[in-house]
């Protein structure tokens, strides 16, 4: 396994798998990784011979009140989990590096309409630095194919998007969500959860099932689960960011015959912010 941080090291690695015809796969994180982030390697895997997992604490992507200069570096307790499934480059590129005229003079990337709802409501600008990096990710590496995780739903739709609509050679493959014995999708964030909100947190994933078995069961009255669930979560001591029932192509409002729905939630436990999400096929 191969630890590259600089622009050079990376490339000329890259060029010599390309010399034997080595599909290259990417899988994007931002390091503290967790079981979840692991089975997108091995989901990489399937699909190339060489994967190069980034890893980048983007400070793009977080706004001034976000949690940025205390999010968890663990860059080695990383590589030695990118043994199994091996990694074979890891690539920790700085600030400098992804940003080379500085943070505030960079070129932005940004979807229109898909980013205005959800978590680009709750988090603005979020978005914009995610497509940003992303962007360089992709023309630094130039991958066949990258992984992204379902967990972050939206994110991934927008990844799409934007690779779509530039007409990037990149197939993006999304992993589904790992999860707890009890239900909650894993997260870097949730060793913010205090003990008593971890005991609750696994009522998110309940509560997205429930909704998710009513419109297996041809219950189609959105408004009605959707402000049934805000107030369960609620009661069970979540602040609701969002609830909402959409279409899994585009996240606009389904009408009754639509037959790939999407659930998908934001909430609060204390320090934490928990999104999760699941998809039905009608």
Known sequence: MIL?????????????????DDRIALVPTMGNLHAGHLSL??????HAERVVVSIFVNPTQ????????????????DTRRLKKPAADLIFVPDVDTMYPFGVKDATTVCVPRITDNFCGASRPGHFDGVTSVVARLFALVQPDVAIFGQKDYQQQLVIRHMSQDLNLPVKIITGETFREKDGLA???????LSEEDRAKA???????SAVGTDLQSGRRNFEELEAKSVAKLSDAGFAVDYFSIRRALNLEIPDRDCDELVVLAAVRLGRARLIDNIVITI
């Open 186 to 192: 894993m997260s870097s964030r949730n060793q913010y």
């Open 62 to 77: 977080f706004s001034e009140d976000e949690d940025y200069a205390d999010y968890p570096r663990t860059l080695e307790r």
């Open 4 to 20: 590259a941080n600089t622009r050079q090291e990376l490339l000329e690695q890259l060029a010599d798998w390309r010399q034997h």
């Open 202 to 208: 696994p009522a998110l994933f309940k509560v997205l």
């Open 41 to 46: 390697v091995e989901l990489a895997r399937e």
